[in-house]
């Protein structure tokens, strides 16, 4: 059995796991958080709730806290899995966020749902290699929203985002004016005082894209300026608030369609011409 465990203090102690098993079970137990897993391939199964559970890839599993369950692997190929566990303080804080008053408890313990299937893996991986609070916490309280929002048994009032101009506009200039930095998500919501959920929310509203992504743009175009001064990938990362050259490379690939050694080549060489 091949396995990974990691924590996040930043996400409140977030506990996540991923594992490729062969031919593996659990004893039965439970757990203190929430349980959001995602299988990637193969057929999980478990016991939970006096029901037997097939899972097959793609499928979404969400257990409540303090119930019991098994897991094994149901078929002879290998299981590979991943698993989030969020404490009950951090998802209730998410829930009173959506304007949801219910204590969240998952319907079922087995969904389909090909969107969120994509966007929790994405999610999982995310949390696995990045440095950036911001991206990571933004994306956390996304995936966790949808999850309550649609298989959470809770009433979700329906409201309407404001356009919070004045609320944006600091946002974006506190962004601007702080790029190198490891920004939070806290850190933005104390701006504003608006809380995680809904800044999001309206930030995308008006600018069409969530803060770290305006970020992660503020971040490029520095970086353009710096490569075309001469200065050195490895430098200009650092300089931008990028953990490495890799970081930079990927980011910058994304949105402008070359890496930054091929766009210093070309501006170094065009001055030279």
Sequence with gaps: MQTKFWMLPELDSLELFRATAIRYSYARHS????????????????????????????????????????????????????????????VQQIARDLQIQ?????????????TLAKH???????????????????RFVNVLSKILTHYADVKVPSFRPQKEHRAVQLVKTYLQDRFSSNISLEQL???????????????????????????????????????????SVAEVAIAVGMSDQSHLTRHFKRIVGITPGQYRQMSTSFKTD
Excluded: W
Aim: charged share 15%.
């Design 189 to 231: 919501t104390n701006l504003t005082g608006l809380n995680r959920s809904y800044l999001i929310r309206v930030f995308c509203q008006s600018v069409g894209m969530p803060p770290y992504t305006y970020l992660n743009q503020v971040r490029i175009e520095k970086a353009k300026q710096l490569l075309a001064q001469g200065m």
């Design 31 to 90: 757990h203190a958080s929430y349980s959001i897993g995602l299988i990637e391939a193969g057929v999980g199964g478990n016991y939970y709730r006096g029901s037997t559970y097939l899972a097959p890839p793609g499928s979404i599993i969400l257990m409540n806290p303090e119930e019991a369950h098994t897991g094994y692997s149901a078929e002879e190929q290998p299981l590979s899995y991943r698993m989030l566990y969020a404490n009950i303080t951090v």
């Design 120 to 138: 929790l893996l994405s999610l999982h991986q995310e949390l696995e290699r990045s440095p950036d609070q911001l991206e990571y916490q933004s």
């Design 102 to 114: 219910d204590f969240p408890h998952f319907k079922d313990a087995v969904v389909q749902d090909r």
